[in-house]
């Protein structure tokens, strides 16, 4: 009953940035921690940055200091700023969240279909 929708992708030049959105829908009554993931060709999907319901951060050491993760509780959006890019960034990025859905007592990760961020060199 939830949906998670990512945007924002798309192709930019090393050094440049790019905002991606993900927008939370459905039967939610309340979200937990939302986060970021990415997957590059050929490679495992990674934590990109995360961040709580009450605003705490986490971030991967390759993003730290580019890359910047937020949230608005009250459109159920979680953003990722993204400066400075580099080729190495370029891949899937996928929304995820920790959400507990109407009438249960329990929480479960839902995932967004992704949006491909390409840095060129």
């Known amino acids: 009953q939830v949906q998670l929708v990512e945007s924002g992708g798309g192709l930019v030049q090393a050094g440049g940035s790019l905002r991606l959105s993900c927008a939370a829908s459905g039967s939610i009554f309340r979200i937990n921690d939302m986060g970021w993931y990415r997957q590059a060709p050929g490679k495992q999907r990674e934590l990109v940055a995360a961040?709580?319901?009450?605003?705490?951060?986490n971030y991967a050491a390759p993003v730290k200091g580019r890359f910047t993760i937020s949230r608005d509780n009250a459109k159920n959006t979680v953003y990722l700023q993204m400066n400075s890019l580099k080729p190495e960034d370029t891949a899937v990025y996928y929304c995820?969240?920790?959400?507990?859905?109407?009438?249960?007592?329990?929480?479960?990760?839902?995932w967004g279909k992704g949006t491909l961020v390409t840095v060129s060199s």
């Open positions: 995820n969240a920790d959400i507990v859905t109407m009438g249960t007592y329990f929480s479960m990760d839902y």
């Open positions: 961040i709580t319901s009450g605003g705490l951060t």
